[in-house]
């Protein structure tokens, strides 16, 4: 069982920064592949990226590649989300995922594990 609890949302304004994190619970962190979701208001959630067990391999949404980048601390049972150059249409609820297979993260399909989420708002 993986317990996974996310921090750092907020509002920003366009242009600006933000890091979120997820503290996960459990001795096998670092068998499992870990992501970032997003789900905005009224719409369906979707995949902003992923990382392997080892970090040897990421993978993002075009929408958001070169503007976030997803980072992992195995000693700290930790995943974080640095974003960039922020826009309004980010707004949405960031969620954390954590499944054995990297591809179940990247497909959002069969994904085990979810956290209950953070909201992060970006002004204009």
């Known amino acids: 069982q993986v317990q996974l609890v996310e921090s750092g949302g907020g509002l920003v304004q366009a242009g600006g920064s933000l890091r979120l994190s997820c503290a996960a619970s459990?001795?096998?962190?670092?068998?499992?592949?870990m992501g970032w979701c997003r789900q905005a208001p009224g719409k369906e959630r979707e995949f902003v990226a992923a990382i392997g067990s080892n970090a040897g391999n990421t993978y993002y949404a075009d929408s958001v590649k070169g503007r976030f980048t997803i980072s992992r601390d195995n000693a700290k049972n930790t995943v974080y989300l640095q974003m960039n150059s922020l826009k309004p249409e980010d707004t949405a609820v960031y969620y954390c995922?954590?499944?054995?297979?990297?591809?179940?993260?990247?497909?959002?399909?069969?994904?085990?594990?979810w956290g209950k989420g953070t909201l992060v708002t970006v002004s204009s």
């Open positions: 459990g001795r096998a962190f670092s068998s499992y592949a």
């Open positions: 995922a954590a499944d054995r297979l990297f591809s179940s993260i990247a497909t959002m399909r069969g994904t085990n594990y």
